[in-house]
RNA sequence: UCCUCGGUAGCUCAAUUGGCAGAGCAAUCGGCUGUUAACCGAUGGGUUGCAGGUUCGAGUCCUGCCCGAGGAGCCA
């Protein structure tokens, strides 16, 4: 290879054509027809076929072929050639090959192959089109979610991972020890955190990894996932549903016209999330109960919606459905009571269409002090822990509102999966923490 | 934690009523000058998840265990 010739990734092939160009990457896959050989090669930028004719390269490098196994490294140098018959609509016309390294029995083949089998070699599996296809979707999304709120005037404030107690105080925490301190415990939420940030900074957000020991073995849990979560000094509950509205109508139309290629990939069906733009349907837990029993659920009033409820409600709109007050029963400690309803909470989910479910919890925070404390006591969690969240009660108390967004269930939603564990890297689960 | 289903070649699966464990892909070797999960021919490849039991004979039936998948509950 000499200098002179440029090395390029394969996604700017076009940027060359009829130009000798050098791509380093991995074999994907080669055929032949004897004297003519084609070999596939990805570089993480795109996949590009090369092309060798016999008596039209060195026996050396036409031999080299031979050699080359499903994902062994190489270096290809040849002529950018435009031709329709080439994934991609171009081809590199080999001129020399270097071989970096030899993969031998690469487990994961172009055919079939079972979960468990996928999941033992994920760190392999991100080589194949269609997970590299969902971790860029995944990029992209929290690309827009960032940017959508730096955009806004929101400062990101991140919350500790390692907590003395637990946010809800319902949820199973991962325990580890803390030096002399005694116990600690894996975040579930930062929102607590984000609370008082936002007292500081007006608009805040905070998004990273949280964690949930619970034993749940779903198509939508993982033990370890990522949430942001925006926070809004001044916020009512429909300033809160105003924001969450926004948020994912900025999300999903930025996939859609930065991830069309991907979402082709997956055969994502777009025209389902062309519709998610404002104003979403807002229903009141009351009529949210109302369409269950129009759909012939048996639904006891005061439960939380389960699963099948969830789907019932979003399949009636072609676009998320923000489903608001709550009864205080079935939610966290720190929601403010409706005034007129205290036994309903200022909350609200938002459902993803097509039963892909809650995507979003969200509500106005109890700011009363005295009430807060009484919250507290209701839910037998101890004070101590709380102390600095009451102070935020103390010091200059006002409305305030946020939300958490579950990140891989919005990557599952909007790539159209059927299951979370593909849109994490290394997903966590009840069953799983390898590789 | 509970309910349901599953575990056979490296991978995906088949095997009739309990009767010689098989196919495709992958691997190896050979053929093919435009292939698109290329194709054609040949070869090698097995502790049927583990431990017991019934039987002349168990992949198949029985008991226990292990592992996995889907769902419920709970949640994002």
Redesign the pocket.
Known sequence: MSESIPVTMIAQLSDFNDKTVTIRGWVY?K??????H?L?VRDGSGVA?C?A???QVSPDVFGMFDLL??ESSVAVTGKVHK?D???GGY?L?IEDMKTVHIAK?Y?I?????????L?DHRHLWLRSSRQHAILTIRHRIIKAVREFFDNKGFTLVDSPILTPASV?G??TLFETEYFDLGKAYLTQ?GQLYAEAAAMAFGKVYCFGPTF?A??????????E?W?VEPEVAWADLNDDMDLAEEFIEHVVQTVLRQSAEELKLLERDVTKLQPVKRPFPRLHYDEAVEILKKNGVEFQYG??L???D?TIISQQYDRPVMVHHYPAA?KAFYMKRDAGRPDLTLSVDVLAPEGY?????GSQREDDYDALVKRLEENNLPRDPFEWYLDLRKYGSVPHSGF???I??TVTWICGLD???ETIPFPR?I??NTP
Do not use: W
């Open positions: 896959n055929r032949s027809s004897g004297k003519i084609f596939l076929q092309v004719v016999k008596n196994t499903q031709d018959r080439a994934p081809e016309q029995d487990p083949t172009p055919k079939e192959h079972g979960t468990e089998f999941m809800e319902t949820s939420s949930r619970e034993k749940s073995k779903t198509r939508r849990h993982l033990t996932f949430m439960n939380d389960g699963g099948t969830e079935c479910g809650e995507i979003i919890g958490g967004l579950g891989e269930r299951h979370v564990r689960m069953y799983r």
